[in-house]
């Protein structure tokens, strides 16, 4: 049998039934790179659905999980078969540890050639995925693609959100449907995703209640599965009205908004090390309760981080029964959607006091010196004045609760983590669970395509840009007016600091590139760009990029000033 097709296509087939139910989930863009399979499917079967051509698959998995987390809704990639199913893993993965409801999509041999690891291109893409996906299951009978299109998104919408995966035999992929078969239905409405419900939840709040009314110092420790519960606005106002501090994981930054008086900020296990500061023992050390409402451990806030000082209690409100009890056994656990229990605790509450929060001015002071920092250094820029730079510009360019900073991986993102404006839920973009080296471009197109009309900053390192660069030219071909910020000290400087931690000293040969000329390379993909070389030059680059209307790209050479204390917080 051929692996072509020769015949057009009349009729309705499985690749239009498949567009038809993603459209009737709410997807609206499909991100990827299409092989053979296009005999297929030319992706323009479905009006309203459009198909994003990436340079890498990888691009497309992070692209699609951004969108999807930043709408509330499921999003789509696509790759081909065998290394392109491969090489969109890794962007699967991402959805996976960063709890993003994506559907991704992969083509395979045709049904009657599937022999995995004999046939040309053919591995065994449902054993690949499994591992990474909530929901992985190959098409069998093309009448069978909107049950299995639902069970993936069904899969995906439950927490801990996450991805589904289709494998797509590509004769049945282009095979006639009967004409009695399912047609799409009415549209699937996405209001928040399933929780787990301990049925006894409820008689656990007075319980809280009665440890919030003996707390002296309590804290809310916030993770993201608070916004995906759309429990941020009930979050405030408790908050608000008990005074009770709030921290949060990388990316649930935003939950209170940047200068408010009872945002504590984000925590990471490196920020004693950049501040050279206490900032962990000043943060939680007086802490008597710890309420921590949506936290997830993938977000790498670990409980080794808050348990000092005095002695806490702790309480876990999650939507997910405890995956992890051996790292945290808290006193109370309640299993149950995050905005019905702080709508409930809000109730059981609304007789107390408003407490008095510790004080962490130390914490505060050193932060504003550090990002005030006026000295011009000789071998580059300091990340924290690149980060000062870019809020004072975003700050400038967005408005009150708007604008997204987006991060690549690597040492200057526990920066960002610290010091970046966000003052909107995900107002603040990384990969806190899987962290692969390249997010931050195919990140930043995500957040710019879910909020057209609000500013996206990345940050990036020169490691882990140019690892997945190619894609400048995807930004430039959508006309996406991303402002791209390249700290490049031609260094994997994350793994810098780790040889220094565990050896004292550095090993260039693993960690050290040779000088790419990244304006020269974003011109060369369409982007217009420059350098800076300090604050002055930076700030009018960074204005001329908010202004511009499409993709600009700014190299700041920068280099950092290692310390090997401060790091123990990184202890597993």
């Given at each position: 049998?051929?692996r072509v097709?020769?015949?057009p296509?009349?009729?309705r087939?499985?690749?239009v039934a498949?567009?038809?139910r993603?459209?009737?989930?709410?997807?609206?863009?499909?991100?990827g790179?299409?092989?053979?399979?296009?005999?297929?499917?030319?992706?323009?079967?479905?009006?309203g659905?459009?198909f994003?051509?990436t340079?890498h698959?990888?691009?497309?998995?992070v692209?699609a999980?951004?969108?999807?987390?930043?709408?509330?809704r499921?999003?789509?990639?696509?790759a081909?078969?065998?290394p392109?199913m491969?090489?969109?893993?890794?962007?699967v993965?991402t959805?996976f540890?960063d709890?993003s409801?994506?559907l991704a999509?992969?083509?395979?041999s045709?049904s009657y050639?599937i022999f995995?690891?004999?046939?040309?291109?053919?591995v065994d893409?449902?054993?690949v995925m499994?591992?990474?996906?909530?929901?992985?299951?190959?098409?069998e009978?093309?009448?069978d693609i909107?049950?299995l299109v639902?069970s993936a998104v069904?899969?995906?919408?439950?927490?801990?959100?996450?991805?589904?995966?289709i494998?797509?035999?590509?004769d049945?992929?282009g095979?006639?449907l009967?004409?009695d078969a399912p047609h799409?239905g009415?549209?699937?409405?996405?209001a928040?995703?399933?929780?787990?419900v301990?049925?006894?939840?409820?008689a656990?709040?007075?319980?809280?209640?009665?440890l919030?009314?003996?707390a002296e110092?309590p804290v809310?420790v916030?993770?993201?599965s608070a916004?995906?519960a759309?429990?941020v606005?009930?979050?405030?106002?408790l908050a608000?009205?008990?005074?009770?501090?709030v921290i949060?994981t990388?990316i649930?930054?935003?939950?209170l908004?940047?200068a408010h008086p009872?945002?504590y900020?984000?925590?990471?296990?490196?920020m004693d090390g950049i501040l050279?500061?206490?900032?962990?023992?000043e943060?939680?050390?007086p802490?008597?309760?710890?309420?921590?409402v949506g936290?997830d451990?993938?977000?790498?806030?670990r409980?080794?981080?808050?348990?000092?000082g005095?002695?806490?209690t702790?309480?876990r409100?999650a939507?997910?029964t405890?995956p992890?009890p051996?790292?945290?056994r808290?006193?109370?656990?309640?299993?149950?959607?995050?905005a019905?229990?702080v709508t409930a605790l809000?109730?059981?509450?609304a007789?107390?006091a408003?407490?008095?929060p510790?004080?962490?001015g130390g914490?505060?002071?050193?932060?504003?010196?550090?990002?005030?920092d006026?000295?011009?250094?000789?071998d580059?820029m300091?990340?924290?004045?690149?980060v000062?730079?870019?809020?004072?510009?975003l700050?400038q360019?967005?408005?009150?609760?708007?604008?997204?900073?987006?991060s690549d991986?690597?040492?200057f993102?526990?920066?960002?983590?610290?010091?970046a404006?966000?003052?909107?839920?995900y107002?603040?973009?990384?990969?806190?669970?899987?962290s692969s080296?390249?997010?931050g471009l195919p990140?930043a197109m995500g957040?710019?395509?879910?909020r057209p009309g609000e500013p996206t900053?990345?940050i990036a390192?020169?490691?882990?840009f140019h690892s997945?660069?190619?894609d400048?030219e995807?930004?430039?071909?959508?006309?996406l007016?991303l402002?791209?910020?390249v700290?490049?000290n031609d260094?994997?400087?994350?793994?810098?600091?780790?040889?220094?931690?565990?050896?004292q000293?550095?090993?260039?040969?693993?960690i050290?590139f040779?000088?790419?000329?990244?304006?020269a390379?974003?011109?060369a993909?369409?982007?217009?760009?420059t350098?800076a070389?300090?604050?002055?030059?930076?700030?009018?680059?960074?204005h001329k990029g908010a202004?511009?209307?499409?993709?600009?790209?700014?190299?700041?050479?920068i280099?950092?000033?290692?310390?090997?204390?401060?790091?123990?917080a990184?202890s597993?």
């Amino acid at each position: 049998m051929s692996r072509v097709s020769t015949t057009p296509t009349t009729g309705r087939t499985t690749a239009v039934a498949l567009l038809e139910r993603l459209h009737a989930h709410g997807v609206r863009h499909v991100f990827g790179v299409v092989g053979r399979e296009a005999a297929s499917i030319l992706f323009d079967e479905v009006e309203g659905l459009d198909f994003v051509l990436t340079r890498h698959e990888f691009t497309a998995g992070v692209a699609a999980d951004v969108l999807a987390r930043l709408t509330g809704r499921p999003q789509a990639c696509f790759a081909t078969l065998g290394p392109g199913m491969t090489n969109l893993s890794t962007g699967v993965a991402t959805s996976f540890l960063d709890r993003s409801p994506v559907l991704a999509l992969a083509a395979q041999s045709e049904s009657y050639d599937i022999f995995p690891g004999d046939t040309h291109q053919c591995v065994d893409s449902v054993a690949v995925m499994a591992p990474l996906t909530k929901y992985a299951r190959q098409l069998e009978r093309p009448t069978d693609i909107t049950d299995l299109v639902d069970s993936a998104v069904t899969a995906a919408m439950t927490e801990p959100v996450g991805p589904g995966f289709i494998s797509l035999p590509v004769d049945l992929l282009g095979a006639p449907l009967p004409e009695d078969a399912p047609h799409p239905g009415a549209p699937v409405r996405h209001a928040r995703p399933a929780a787990t419900v301990d049925a006894h939840w409820q008689a656990l709040v007075p319980e809280v209640a009665e440890l919030l009314a003996h707390a002296e110092h309590p804290v809310l420790v916030v993770g993201a599965s608070a916004i995906r519960a759309g429990a941020v606005a009930g979050l405030r106002a408790l908050a608000e009205r008990l005074r009770v501090p709030v921290i949060t994981t990388y990316i649930a930054k935003g939950v209170l908004p940047h200068a408010h008086p009872l945002n504590y900020g984000a925590v990471t296990g490196y920020m004693d090390g950049i501040l050279d500061y206490p900032a962990l023992d000043e943060l939680f050390g007086p802490a008597d309760l710890v309420l921590t409402v949506g936290y997830d451990y993938a977000e790498d806030l670990r409980p080794s981080m808050w348990t000092r000082g005095a002695a806490k209690t702790e309480v876990r409100v999650a939507p997910t029964t405890n995956p992890v009890p051996r790292v945290y056994r808290p006193a109370v656990d309640v299993v149950t959607d995050v905005a019905d229990f702080v709508t409930a605790l809000d109730a059981a509450t609304a007789h107390l006091a408003p407490k008095t929060p510790h004080d962490i001015g130390g914490l505060r002071a050193r932060i504003a010196e550090l990002l005030a920092d006026p000295r011009e250094y000789e071998d580059g820029m300091r990340v924290h004045q690149v980060v000062d730079s870019v809020n004072t510009v975003l700050e400038q360019a967005a408005g009150p609760g708007r604008g997204t900073v987006v991060s690549d991986i690597g040492f200057f993102r526990h920066y960002g983590v610290l010091f970046a404006r966000a003052d909107q839920p995900y107002g603040f973009l990384t990969s806190a669970g899987c962290s692969s080296f390249g997010y931050g471009l195919p990140a930043a197109m995500g957040a710019q395509l879910a909020r057209p009309g609000e500013p996206t900053f990345l940050i990036a390192g020169d490691g882990g840009f140019h690892s997945n660069s190619a894609d400048l030219e995807t930004v430039a071909r959508l006309g996406l007016p991303l402002v791209m910020v390249v700290v490049n000290n031609d260094t994997n400087g994350l793994i810098e600091l780790y040889q220094n931690l565990g050896h004292q000293r550095s090993h260039d040969p693993a960690i050290r590139f040779t000088g790419v000329d990244f304006v020269a390379l974003a011109e060369a993909n369409g982007v217009e760009a420059t350098r800076a070389d300090n604050r002055e030059d930076l700030l009018a680059a960074l204005h001329k990029g908010a202004q511009l209307g499409r993709p600009f790209l700014i190299e700041v050479p920068i280099a950092y000033d290692f310390r090997t204390g401060g790091f123990g917080a990184l202890s597993i």
